[in-house]
């Protein structure tokens, strides 16, 4: 490996962040806790009877619990059908395994280059040109990851300085708070609010100001199934454009866009100059733990998202890189049947949640569906995805996890359809059958 | 638009020694640089892999299995008593695992002692985290520790240590006497460990690779990283971990889950397999390198080099040049790759603090035995063909 130089320590602001004593059982996470009781742990651990005073970064004090796995357990407990956890139980094509098990049979098992298997960058290139007409260069703009996941991480901690000012939209993934914590930025949530999660035109505009540093979109939206219109992205490219905003795009379900057109923020006037658009096989190709994902960046942005991903992950699994290669040139055919089966499971999911009482939010994108609960009387969405599990052998996903403010989501869940057709058909029934209004 | 990229961004450079990488690559040489093999991973893993593909296990998983199979493997080597269910991050890479680690534990200000020289991935991690790398000069050359400037390296910043043994590029491997004098500081000045031990199983010598963590009293306090790469030659399948204590292991835990989430699956699954290798291949492993250090060790031996210090470890051989060479460690990959077509590291990238004769950071170069019999041969072969009349290389 050659290597480079590297930057003086006095490059990072200091940030300006207390800290109330964190026990790490605040944080654990659910999962661990299962089997060994705390009496066995402590024995096998021979821990001292006062160990060192817990010496954990304050980059962690906002870190809840993921809820993800925290409801994967239950279900497991208690034998519920998984429409939480958003990743198939079916797989993915055959050409793209295929060719996954080629490149491990010739012996492409080495470090790839860190910024990518040259023909991957070449194939999301054509892609990205195939998408939106950009034409980009596969050496200098675009970046491989280990998943989006890994993108998102790169892109906040690559590019986000401590202190700066950036906008999410609420409801949002949990990684984009996390990862905007890391990176010590002070983080400003706008609300999309049902029945339609419409960008609130007014608190955008109060919201975009020129200490704005960066806006995170998420298109198609997950949960709600959001599609961001072409008048909403842009308002906001004009508001970024004014006020000299970065914008940060994560699209891993472009490719599940049901009810309208999906755009990228980078195609539009004046914006691919200061847009990351990022992106992943996982969910195009239902091979979520494959881990192949990537960043498409003007130079003068890639270039930090490279350093950070260069230190976090160094290189992405080689062999999955060159079958990714192929995927993504699977003919039209591929992503019009992809469309065909999802929305027949769309289909399946939500006439049985209408059916079943729940006020259902039309979804235009992903695999997901957020529903109102409140008709069953409970008195917040944690408390209905428990009664839901033990009762009536469902999961769905609380969404108040999904804000800075937890009472916004309370009354809303996500379910997801990526599953098969058996799977949903018996949780619909299940839930039709078993769901009582308290 | 150049004032939106981060300061760290803007303070780097480009390296000369990056453009020494094209050179090599342009001159086609042998590469006796990059730290990977050019032979291959061990068909029963690739089976197992390529099983897993077939067997649909292609989404988001964590195999519990390899921790388990992970704490076997720390009590019959170590001894320590880990616990398989909490004290395990499985991650993509030691990178990640290291990152993981870094972001979990360091906080802005806080300093970090890393041994010198130093693979620079360290250093990095550290600043990204808002961390202040402080630099502890091994002396050559025998890459000695040097107590009384270790201790004094101590701050009341100071949050860890990193140890990276067996070691690159210099492949020492930590004696008993250093590894506790390592660990009385940690404890003295309540600091963590972190270990880097991706080359836990390639040593020499009947050299033992000992676990900074076995240590008394530092398991408390040590977070080990390792990974498949070096061990079964797939450093492009990204499988590492990290182990700690439950608590610090679920601070990592919650980094890595918003990093990367999960490592690659089908690899996970071959991991299973790797790791329940008999105990004959980590033998073979040993012995294979054993032999080819010695091959590049007579190989450089016999153009002129005098290697003072034979490598105990890792699959490198850190080497320096002979005084009467009057070129620097640049000049000198430079003049290699161009005249003999083979490509070694210029040694100055590895080191970053003050070492008690500044000449000494142009004067070292790695290279790497990672490479078949073929390679390393023919590399032999190119080095002769280019030696003078006095039978050693003309500089």
Known sequence: MFLRSLPSSSAFRSAARRISAVRMAAISTASEEKGASSAEKE???????????????????????????????????????????????????????????????????????????????????????????????????????????????????????PGDEVIIFAPFYDS?????????????????????????????????????????????????????????????????????VLVFTDEVYDKLAFEAE?????????????????????????????????????????WGFRQAHSF??????????????????????????????????????????????????????????????????????????????????????????????????????????????????????????RLHKR | MELKLSKASRSLTPSPIQELSHLAQRCGAINLAEGFPDFSAPPHIKSAAVAAINADLNQYRHVQGICDQLAVMMKQNHGLDVNALTDFVICCGQSEAFAATILATIDQGDEVLLFDPAYETYASCIILAGGIPVNVPLEPPHWTLNVDKFMKSFTSRTKAVVLNSPHNPTGKVFSKEELEAIAAACCQMDCLAITDEVYEYITFDLQKHISLASLPKMQERTIITSSLSKTFSVTGWRIGWACAPSTIASAIRNIHIHVTDSAPSPFQEAALAALQSPPGYFKSLKAEYEARRDFVIQMLSDVGFQISFKPQGSVFV?????????????????????????????????????????????????????????????????????????GHLQL
Not at chain 1, 47 to 52: C, F, G, V, W, Y
Not at chain 1, 121 to 135: C, H, M, V, Y
Not at chain 1, 210 to 218: G, S, V
Not at chain 1, 369 to 378: A, I, K, L, M, Q
Request: proline share 6%.
């Open chain 1, 312 to 433: 976090l992950t160094f290189a992405t699994s080689t062999p999955m890189q060159w079958a990714a290669s192929v995927a993504l040139k699977a003919p039209d055919t591929y992503f019009e049947e992809l469309k065909k089966d999802y929305s027949v499971k769309k289909e399946i999911l939500v006439e049985g949640l209408k059916a079943a009482g729940f006020i259902v939010y039309p979804s235009s994108g992903t695999y997901f569906v957020v529903v109102d609960h409140t008709p069953f009387g409970y008195e917040n969405d944690v408390a209905f995805c428990e009664y839901l599990i033990r009762e009536v052998g469902v999961v769905a996903i609380p969404t108040s996890v999904f804000y800075l403010d937890p009472e916004e989501g309370k009354n809303l869940v996500r379910f997801t359809f990526c599953k098969d057709e058996d799977t949903l058909r018996a949780a619909v029934k299940r839930m039709k059958e």
């Open chain 1, 262 to 302: 999906h755009i990228s923020m980078g195609s539009l006037p004046g914006m691919y100059e200061r847009t990351v658009t990022m992106n992943s096989i996982g969910k195009t190709f239902s091979l979520t733990g494959w881990k192949i994902g990537w960043a498409i960046a003007p130079p003068h942005l890639t």
């Open chain 1, 176 to 244: 984009y708070e996390a990862t905007l914590s890391m990176a010590g930025a002070k983080i400003k949530s706008i609300t999309l609010r049902p029945p339609d999660f419409g960008v609130p035109v007014d608190e955008l505009k109060s919201a975009i100001t020129k200490n704005t540093r960066a806006i995170m979109i998420n298109t198609p939206h997950n949960p709600t199934g959001k599609m961001f219109s072409r008048e909403e992205l842009e308002l906001i490219a004009s508001l970024c454009i004014e006020n000299d």
């Open chain 1, 43 to 161: 024995q096998r651990h021979q821990l001292p009877s006062n160990p060192p005073p817990l010496q954990v970064a304050k980059r962690l004090e906002k870190f809840k619990t993921t809820i993800f796995t925290q409801m994967s357990m239950l279900a497991i407990k208690h034998g519920a059908i998984n429409l939480g956890q958003g990743f198939p139980n079916f797989d993915g094509p055959e050409f793209v395994k295929e060719a996954a098990i080629q490149a491990i049979k010739e012996g492409k098992n080495q470090y790839a280059r860190g910024y990518g298997v040259p023909e991957l960058n070449s194939a999301i290139a054509a892609r990205f040109k195939k998408d939106t007409g950009l034409e980009v260069d596969p050496e200098k703009e675009v970046t491989v990851t280990s998943g989006c996941t890994e993108a998102i991480a790169a892109t906040m901690l690559g590019l986000i300085n």
């Open chain 2, 318 to 390: 850190f080497a320096e040049l002979p005084k009467n060479w009057l070129v620097s460690d640049i000049e000198f990959v430079k003049i290699l790759i161009e005249k003999a077509g083979v490509a070694a590291v210029p040694g100055r990238g590895f080191f970053h603090g003050d070492i008690d004769d500044q000449n000494l950071r142009t004067r070292y170069v790695r290279f790497a035995f990672c490479k078949g019999s073929d390679t390393l041969n023919a590399a032999a072969q190119k080095l002769r063909d280019i030696v003078g009349s006095t």
